[in-house]
């Protein structure tokens, strides 16, 4: 575990990385080069079905100072200039979307032994102010994540989260979209030699009284190879299997099956991701 309580986004993440990352149904394909001066260019396409996405992110950095230029297939290019610990513990991101004029935005993340802070705001005429704090420490922790837009002068986003972490388990808990809906989150690490872990995700909606439920698995195989499944109370299981076959590049499979309708054809998915 590291020092800190870390920002809110990280209340939670093992159990949803564990539960949902690296699962699709499309095809995807990821490269990416490296110049001798550290220019690093990657490029990605997803096939959904009959669309064909694509987009090329170039990266450059300068000491603390790193710049992403991105352009995808619909013409919109995103410009995230990050300047890493200016001060100790404090990070500023500044991004904006040519040709939304309205997408300019400047966050500042702070990071303390026992506390960690994340504020943005836009930079409009009545932009939306985003904060989120963390209190405590590695173990327990209590943050809040709030969102007002100055221009309507309401809160947009209002969320809650307390997190506990020990050696092998992570728990969690958070009260999302203004109060209506709740959830909870397990991670727990069983053979930490074989990366073996299970998780486990409850979410409750108050509105409409509907209950969701996800419960999951991983396990690596070997030092490069990892499988992982998950099934949901709605009767959805997925699982793949991911393969490192050369240092950082992945070849992944994933496929989803409904068990309440098994006449419909199974959801496949590919991944294949290269980096020299």
């Known amino acids: 575990m590291g020092k800190g309580p870390g920002l809110y986004t990280e209340i939670g993440k093992k ?3 564990l539960l949902y990352k690296d699962y699709q149904t499309d095809q995807k394909f990821t ?7 550290g220019v690093a260019i990657t490029s990605a396409g997803t096939k959904k079905g009959e669309l064909f996405l694509a987009d090329v992110n170039t990266q ?6 790193t710049t992403d230029i991105k352009v995808d297939t619909n013409s919109n290019l995103l410009t995230t200039i990050t300047v890493d610990e200016p001060a100790p513990g404090l990070k500023t991101i500044f991004s904006f979307r040519v040709p939304d004029q309205r997408s300019g935005k400047i966050e500042v993340q702070y990071l303390h032994e026992y506390a960690g802070i994340s504020s943005s705001i836009g930079l409009t005429a009545n932009p939306i102010v985003n904060f989120s704090g963390v209190l405590g420490t590695n173990v327990l922790a209590l943050g809040t994540d709030i969102s007002f837009d100055t221009k309507t002068g309401n809160f947009t986003k209002c969320n809650a989260g307390l997190s506990f972490s020990n050696v092998d388990l ?19 690490i069983v053979n930490p030699l074989t990366n073996t872990a299970v998780g486990a995700e409850v979410t409750h909606s ?4 509907v209950n969701t439920i ?3 698995t991983q396990h690596a195989l070997d030092p490069l190879t990892t499988v992982k ?3 949901n109370n709605v009767g959805k299981a997925s699982a793949l299997i991911q393969h490192e076959w ?16 098994i006449d419909k054809s199974p959801k496949v998915g590919l991944a294949l991701a290269l980096k020299p």
């Open 229 to 231: 499944a998950r099934v």
């Open 31 to 37: 490269l990416t080069t490296t110049s001798p001066t």
């Open 170 to 188: 992570i728990a969690s808990l958070a009260l999302n979209e203004k109060g209506d809906s709740v959830n909870a989150s397990y991670y727990h």
């Open 206 to 209: 108050f509105s409409t009284n």
């Open 246 to 261: 050369r240092p950082k590049s992945l070849f992944t499979i994933s496929g989803e099956v409904d068990t309440k309708s």
């Open 15 to 17: 159990a949803r990385d």
């Open 214 to 216: 996800t419960v999951g």
């Open 60 to 65: 450059l950095k300068n000491r603390n100072v």
